[in-house]
């Protein structure tokens, strides 16, 4: 286990829906990454923040966005869903910005119907 | 553009035999890549990582290979058994904004 959690694990919505996913990071570490995975892909960037702030962004469209609290826990919002959202949303912890490895959580199934 | 690749999307290999994945990447800036193995409702799960400025490193089981040359990353696994079977991703790091980029993955079917 890499001691970082990802809630909920499963989730339909429906298209034009907001839907707001949770990731508590492995203790000690200030950093969080967000990926999402569609089926049969390789994980995609979409966002990084550190220390609460937003710290580098992949080529995801603004209703995707993000938050970081004082504990380092994240959320991942979505807005205005769309059919190609369904995907496994992946939330990665590391120790800091520059540090390399990334430990994932198990992620969260979106289903957009 | 960015993209990292994989060139055999199903590796089936038998038990007890060695298995070799490979991986392309096109980004002269990474400065560290790391192979992940993802099993069936899991998370990527970290195996091994290696940095530009080495060609080779070894873990339990597993070998990673650089060839800055070719752009070229292999992943060995030795005596390869039941549980290895996953989809295995490399990943490269931008050293310039620590983006990483993961490729699509591979199947690694372990054959009893």
């Known amino acids: 286990e890499t001691g970082v959690t990802q809630s909920p694990t499963h989730l339909i919505k429906t298209r034009g829906q907001q839907v707001t996913l949770r990731c508590s990071s492995q203790s000690g570490h200030n950093t969080v990454s967000w990926y999402q995975q569609a089926l049969g892909q390789g994980p995609q960037f979409i966002f990084q923040?550190?220390?609460?702030?937003?710290?580098g962004r992949g080529n995801f469209p603004p209703r995707f966005s993000g938050l970081q609290f004082p504990n380092y826990s994240s959320e991942l919002n979505v807005n205005a869903l769309e059919l190609d959202d369904s995907a496994l949303y992946l939330c990665?912890?590391?120790?800091?910005?520059?540090?390399?490895?990334?430990?994932f959580g198990s992620g969260t199934q979106l289903s957009v119907l | 553009g960015e993209s990292v690749g994989l060139h055999l999307p199903t590796l089936s290999v038998q038990e007890g035999d060695n298995s070799i994945i490979n991986c392309a990447y096109s980004n002269s800036a990474s400065d560290y890549f790391i192979w992940y193995k993802q099993e069936s409702g899991k998370g990527p799960q970290f195996i091994i990582d290696?940095?530009?400025?080495?060609d080779k490193r070894q873990g339990q089981r597993v070998t990673v290979l650089l060839n800055k040359t070719v752009k070229h990353l292999s992943l060995q696994i030795a005596a390869t058994q039941p549980g290895d079977s996953a989809v295995y991703f490399c990943a490269e790091r931008d050293s310039g904004t620590y983006k990483y980029i993961f490729g699509t993955g591979t199947r690694l079917k372990v054959l009893a």
């Open positions: 923040y550190y220390r609460e702030e937003e710290n």
């Open positions: 290696i940095r530009s400025n080495m």
């Open positions: 990665a912890s590391s120790l800091g910005v520059g540090d390399e490895k990334l430990f």
